[in-house]
């Protein structure tokens, strides 16, 4: 069984600043890891993905997230937010068993930037 | 444009009415999925197409009919819906078995059933 649980339903974050959005996973087996974003009224755009290579790595847009199998985490970061962050992320995984590629979502971290 | 085209992208129906949502890909993937995502709420498998046959039906209502005549394309047959089945509803693709690629995602339908 698989699961994900997104530590944070919200994030407020000043323009120029760090964003750390959190993300914890549970898998029986080698989790594939993805994180995706959704802006207002669009769909889920693929940001990242971790498939059992290096453990950082590195996305669109300036994002990157690190796997950490330790502790189970799959934590993504940017250096420094830009009002078009602003948006929905979704932190996804599933296992390397599952051959049809069903992804289990996190319930979303919105993420707000201020000026 | 994702690869992944979804129509309408708006859709407002009666509870007695039947309608049906499009999605089209020309991404060479062979695998379709429906989606709904409804507010506050964690994004809800539907329904999962390999190779034009279906290879999982969430414990999806019959109101909610899938069609996959052929790899490019998937369309959601509705009728008799209730108000609580207004949501986005989100088609997406993948390349093949396996999780490697991810998945490509449309611009999803926002439905309102009243």
């Known amino acids: 069984a698989q699961s994900v649980t997104q530590l944070d339903s919200h994030v407020s974050v000043s323009e120029g600043t760090p964003v750390l959005l959190r993300c914890n996973y549970s898998?029986?087996?080698?989790?594939?890891l993805f994180w995706y974003v959704q802006h207002p009224n669009k769909g889920l755009q693929l940001l990242l993905k971790?498939?059992?290579?290096?453990?950082l790595v590195k996305g669109i847009n300036g994002f990157e997230a690190e796997f950490k199998k330790s502790e189970t985490s799959f934590h993504l970061t940017k250096p420094s937010a830009h009002m078009s962050d602003a948006a929905e992320y979704f932190c996804?995984?599933?296992?390397?068993?599952?051959?049809?590629?069903?992804?289990?979502f996190g319930a979303g971290t919105q993420v707000v930037v201020t000026p | 444009e994702t690869g992944v085209t979804q129509t309408p992208r708006h859709l407002v129906m009666g509870m007695t009415n039947k309608k049906s949502l499009k999605c089209e890909q020309h991404?060479?993937?062979?695998?379709m999925y429906w989606y709904k995502q409804s507010a506050k709420k964690p994004l809800e498998l539907m329904f999962v197409?390999?190779?034009?046959?279906?290879?999982e039906n969430n414990s999806v209502p019959s109101r909610f009919s899938p069609e996959c005549p052929n790899s490019s394309h998937l369309f959601l047959h509705l009728h008799t819906l209730q108000p609580e089945d207004s949501a986005l509803y989100l088609c997406?693709?993948?390349?093949?078995?396996?999780?490697?690629?991810?998945?490509?995602f449309g611009s999803g339908t926002r439905l309102t059933v009243v």
């Open positions: 997406a693709s993948s390349q093949g078995q396996g999780t490697a690629y991810g998945y490509t």
């Open positions: 898998s029986s087996y080698s989790p594939s």
């Open positions: 971790y498939t059992s290579a290096a453990t």
């Open positions: 996804v995984v599933s296992d390397l068993k599952d051959s049809w590629g069903k992804l289990q």
């Open positions: 991404l060479g993937h062979n695998a």
């Open positions: 197409y390999n190779f034009k046959e279906q290879t």
